[in-house]
């Protein structure tokens, strides 16, 4: 090597370990200065497990007369999905739309496809009136497809064993195993005639099937035996269309260990839904619209209702899971805040029930080594404050609820893989990951009235930059309609680079930080 050509590379060489040692100090500083700061939030940089790119899930069900949902969202004039419906879904981005159900069980598929002028008209059982099927399997993929999402569907369960869906006006409205094994060969098998005489030569390749909906809950429905004996039946049926396929069994209300024990080797999930996150006090503000003259009390109500009805669920079943060293993950297919007057306060529309929203979700981020399949709310429709989106008839507009623009906000930024916070001010509520060197904070502010400031420090890294997108309403009764659609769009702002990294978030407030780094 000549001279000046080592000259060269040391001189690289030196700058290179200068820039480390440069970094290492920074990165110490930064850990130093949140420490002194008494408002430290550290993240321990190692990555625990991998989150699911089904995190983010939304629920679409015909629910008949009491919303329109599915129907209200075809635009019969066009013959298509409504244009704005498709872009504030694509907008939302869920990971996953599932169809189904209590309309499940007495759904037949078969009335869902071929020529739409030729399907039958169906009673709605459950939610009323009559549904047309002009939304089928071809065009529920569809919609899934121009959205980003993949498609599961609630497969008839033998009506979840309710014996009245046996004789109805309408004729025997089970379906077998054979029934939903049909539909896996419809949907998945390459060249299947009957798909190609129907317009769609390529398969629809539909991984996801959830076995039933809710077969535990109430009298009419299967026995646990019963259940898991069918489950076994419908899964050997249906995975030998297409071994492919992923499946969906039921393990709620104390069903999860004999599940596993007997038909474990068949199911990749095991189901629960997270109904029941009810107010726990019997004299609540949050029953009606008591709580628009007690807005903190309201607050205070919903912070005791998450550790109490959801997170002790949750740590029960992932126990179970654990006990049985469980290959199957967990998956909340439903769940969604349940507060009188049923499915419609209009809470469910203001900015108080936000940070409630971000912290179901940090809880099911955090607890992503089990939880593969989540969600918060139900998806689309006209009337019920549940839902995740809302489109309004007549007059084209879509838009979010709280619950939607957290999830939205959530999704948007977000790592492949969780991490632990190491440290934490009380009134944020954290969860975190990272994608390579970019480390993703999903924050909630607990405070009703009160700011809280964070100082940020990732062990071992230097924080070289970053941005903060924010929704802060002024009024925690900050309601969202079509006349302020947008009203929840987050705030995007700059952090400072290099030396200290802070940020102070607003009461009541829900953010999302992504933290650049480089190594300490």
């Given at each position: 090597?000549?001279?000046?050509?080592?000259?060269?590379?040391?001189?690289?060489?030196?700058?290179?370990?200068?820039?480390?040692?440069?970094?290492?100090?920074?990165?110490?500083?930064?850990?130093?200065?949140?420490?002194?700061s008494?408002?430290?939030?550290?993240?321990?940089?190692?990555p625990?497990?991998?989150?699911?790119?089904?995190?983010?899930?939304?629920?679409?069900?015909?629910?008949?007369?009491?919303?329109s949902?599915?129907?209200?969202?075809?635009?019969?004039?066009?013959?298509?999905?409504?244009?704005?419906?498709?872009?504030?879904?694509?907008?939302?981005a869920?990971?996953?739309?599932r169809?189904?159900?209590?309309?499940?069980?007495?759904?037949?598929?078969?009335?869902?496809?071929?020529?739409?002028?030729r399907?039958?008209?169906?009673?709605?059982?459950?939610?009323?009136?009559?549904e047309?099927?002009?939304?089928?399997?071809a065009?529920?993929?569809?919609?899934?497809?121009?959205?980003?999402?993949?498609?599961?569907?609630?497969?008839?369960?033998?009506?979840?064993?309710?014996?009245r869906?046996?004789?109805?006006?309408?004729?025997?409205?089970?379906?077998?195993?054979?029934?939903?094994?049909?539909?896996?060969?419809?949907?998945?098998?390459?060249?299947?005639?009957?798909?190609?005489?129907?317009g769609?030569?390529?398969?629809?390749?539909?991984?996801?099937?959830?076995?039933?909906?809710?077969t535990?809950?109430?009298?009419?429905?299967?026995?646990?035996?019963?259940?898991?004996?069918?489950?076994i039946?419908?899964?050997?049926?249906?995975?030998?269309?297409?071994?492919?396929?992923?499946?969906?069994?039921?393990?709620?209300?104390?069903?999860?260990?004999?599940?596993?024990?007997?038909a474990?080797?068949?199911?990749?999930?095991?189901?629960?839904?997270?109904?029941?996150?009810?107010?726990?006090?019997?004299?609540?503000v949050?029953?009606?619209l008591?709580?628009?003259?007690?807005?903190?009390?309201?607050?205070n109500?919903?912070?005791?209702?998450?550790?109490?009805?959801?997170?002790?669920?949750?740590?029960?079943?992932?126990?179970?899971?654990?006990?049985?060293?469980?290959?199957?993950?967990?998956?909340?297919?439903?769940?969604?805040?349940?507060?009188?007057?049923?499915?419609?306060?209009?809470?469910?529309?203001?900015?108080?029930?936000?940070?409630?929203?971000?912290?179901?979700?940090?809880?099911?981020?955090?607890?992503?080594?089990?939880?593969?399949?989540?969600?918060?709310a139900?998806?689309?429709?006209?009337?019920?404050?549940?839902?995740?989106?809302?489109?309004?008839?007549?007059?084209?507009?879509?838009?979010?609820?709280?619950?939607?623009?957290?999830a939205?906000?959530?999704?948007?930024?977000?790592?492949?893989?969780?991490?632990?916070?190491?440290?934490?001010?009380?009134?944020?509520?954290?969860?975190?990951?990272?994608?390579?060197?970019?480390?993703?904070l999903?924050?909630?502010?607990?405070?009703?009235?009160?700011?809280?400031?964070?100082?940020?420090?990732?062990?071992?890294?230097?924080?070289?930059g970053?941005?903060?997108?924010?929704?802060?309403?002024?009024?925690?009764?900050?309601?969202?309609?079509?006349?302020?659609?947008?009203?929840?769009?987050?705030q995007?702002?700059?952090?400072?680079a290099?030396?200290?990294?802070?940020?102070?978030?607003?009461?009541?407030s829900?953010?999302?930080?992504e933290?650049?780094?480089?190594?300490?």
């Amino acid at each position: 090597m000549k001279r000046r050509d080592f000259i060269k590379q040391s001189g690289t060489l030196a700058a290179g370990l200068m820039l480390a040692k440069e970094l290492g100090a920074l990165a110490q500083s930064q850990q130093n200065d949140a420490a002194r700061s008494g408002s430290a939030l550290i993240l321990d940089p190692a990555p625990q497990f991998e989150i699911s790119r089904l995190l983010y899930m939304q629920f679409m069900e015909p629910l008949g007369v009491t919303d329109s949902s599915v129907e209200a969202a075809w635009d019969y004039a066009r013959d298509d999905w409504r244009r704005d419906f498709v872009e504030t879904t694509r907008s939302l981005a869920p990971d996953c739309l599932r169809y189904g159900g209590l309309f499940s069980r007495y759904y037949k598929w078969r009335e869902g496809v071929g020529p739409p002028a030729r399907r039958p008209w169906m009673r709605n059982y459950v939610w009323g009136g009559r549904e047309t099927n002009r939304v089928g399997t071809a065009e529920f993929v569809d919609f899934c497809r121009r959205t980003g999402a993949e498609p599961l569907y609630c497969v008839n369960f033998l009506s979840d064993g309710e014996k009245r869906y046996a004789s109805t006006p309408e004729g025997d409205r089970r379906g077998d195993a054979l029934e939903a094994a049909d539909w896996v060969d419809y949907a998945n098998t390459p060249g299947h005639k009957e798909r190609t005489a129907h317009g769609h030569p390529a398969p629809f390749n539909i991984k996801l099937w959830q076995l039933g909906n809710e077969t535990s809950y109430g009298t009419a429905c299967f026995k646990k035996d019963e259940a898991i004996e069918a489950t076994i039946t419908f899964a050997k049926a249906m995975r030998a269309r297409d071994p492919s396929i992923q499946l969906i069994g039921w393990g709620d209300n104390g069903w999860a260990a004999d599940l596993l024990d007997r038909a474990g080797e068949y199911l990749d999930y095991v189901a629960v839904h997270m109904m029941g996150q009810t107010p726990l006090r019997q004299d609540t503000v949050l029953r009606g619209l008591r709580y628009q003259a007690e807005p903190e009390q309201a607050w205070n109500e919903l912070l005791e209702i998450l550790p109490e009805r959801v997170e002790k669920k949750l740590l029960a079943v992932e126990a179970v899971l654990e006990a049985k060293r469980a290959q199957a993950a967990l998956a909340i297919t439903e769940g969604h805040l349940s507060l009188a007057p049923h499915n419609s306060n209009p809470i469910l529309a203001e900015w108080l029930t936000g940070v409630y929203h971000a912290r179901v979700f940090n809880l099911y981020q955090r607890h992503g080594a089990r939880v593969k399949i989540a969600t918060a709310a139900d998806f689309n429709g006209t009337r019920w404050t549940t839902n995740a989106v809302m489109h309004q008839v007549p007059g084209g507009v879509s838009y979010l609820l709280p619950v939607g623009a957290v999830a939205r906000l959530f999704k948007r930024c977000s790592g492949s893989h969780g991490i632990r916070v190491a440290s934490c001010p009380r009134d944020l509520d954290v969860a975190a990951s990272r994608a390579g060197d970019t480390f993703h904070l999903h924050v909630a502010n607990l405070s009703f009235d009160q700011a809280t400031s964070a100082t940020f420090a990732v062990a071992g890294r230097t924080i070289v930059g970053g941005r903060v997108w924010q929704i802060a309403p002024e009024s925690p009764r900050q309601e969202v309609s079509p006349l302020n659609p947008e009203v929840f769009l987050p705030q995007e702002h700059a952090l400072k680079a290099g030396g200290r990294c802070s940020w102070r978030f607003p009461a009541r407030s829900v953010a999302a930080v992504e933290l650049n780094c480089a190594p300490g």
